[in-house]
């Protein structure tokens, strides 16, 4: 049988038929998950914005640090949305409508990154490594507040009397500092290695009807394969942010690990004192940790289960195991999105008092209920 190209007819013809597979499958899935992110995404943003407004307006029940830390946290993850919103107009609509002949996506693309001269490329890159910079920032924010967050927390439950002169406003404000410092950094790196304005085989030009040639480049993370692609700096990039994930995986799960030590270290003081409740400030303290081992676990194990998915992906051929491929690489997607919606659900969704702040009849309702349990209580000693 006669090579051509270096492979088999068989083989060509076999590969081609798998792409095929390939090609209607990753297709059908971004069709479902477009529609699915073009639901879950306004709803998500729709309960940080509530969560929001709950901690700086409601009666929360947090400390005032709490409070702060939790609005840094959420707010990264509200800016984090912008992310998410600028991947469902630029993609996951294009994703889900393949045969219309509207391509907003598109178009916000040519209007954000335009540019009609071809020597404005070196303005271009700039510009793109900005805007993921910008993107990117909140993104790793997020976590590194959370496991900040925590230690303090937990500092706070450990040693409530030195915790009052210890964690100051002003330390408050540093530690702060400090998380977006170490955030800025990390982003900053990612950026300047990994994203490129110029990632497929040339520069997309249009030539208009008087025969001037229009300059539309392309802002993403450009793939691997690209010609134009830095292989060196693209192969660094990925790695560095492998490991800043599984650093943030680390830290999430130390966090955890020493949120469930103190508080169950706290109970068992309070059981050997004899003292059955907390007063209202270790009251609250204490139930702030615990919704922050909730977040915690939640990081852990979607940016890891994320991580292994995106190794395993990296690991297997793209049209023999196809489906793996597909199958890994979008619930490897869809996992690292999941806590920057859950935190809001943590801080406040499990709570009485945000359905309270929002809807005040189920307040009267709640307050009638127990005065009436309390009442027939209270009848049967009588009687």
Known sequence: MQRRNGTWPEEKIYRGFLNLLRTELKRDIEYHSGVVKAVGFPLGFLLQILTIIFLVRGQSGYSQSARSWFLVVLSADVCSTLYRLYELITVDFQNANPDSRETPGMDFMYLMWGLIRAEDKEL?????????????????????????CSLIRTYAVKYPLKAKFVLTKFRDRCLMLLAAGISAAASLV????????????????????DGRRRYYGRCSIPDFSSFNTNKTNHAIGSLIMLVIIFTICALTFV??????????????????????????????????????????????????MSRICMVVNTQVHIFYDYKVS??????????????????ALFIAGLSKRFYYFYIPCLQRLGSATSKSSVNSSGSQRTL
């Not at 993921?132 to 976590?143: D, E, G, H």
């Not at 990612?190 to 997309?204: H, N, Q, R, T």
């Not at 597909?326 to 935190?343: G, R, V």
Request: glycine letters at 2%; proline letters at 4%; aromatic letters at 16%.
């Open 124 to 148: 271009q890159e700039v510009m793109c490594k900005i805007f993921f910079f910008i993107l990117y920032f909140p993104v790793i924010l997020s976590p590194v507040a959370l496991t900040i």
């Open 190 to 209: 990612f950026c300047m290695l990994l994203i490129e304005p110029f990632a497929w085989l040339g520069p997309f030009k249009v030539t208009t009807l």
């Open 255 to 304: 966090s955890s690990v020493i949120i469930i030590i103190v508080l169950f270290d706290s109970k068992r003081k309070r059981l050997q004192m004899g003292v059955a409740t907390h007063n209202s400030s270790e009251k609250n303290e204490v139930r702030a940790t615990a919704i922050l081992l909730g977040m915690n676990v939640s990081f852990f194990f979607c940016f890891l």
């Open 326 to 343: 597909i199958l890994t690489e979008k619930f490897a997607a869809f996992a690292f999105t999941i806590p920057y919606y859950t935190n």
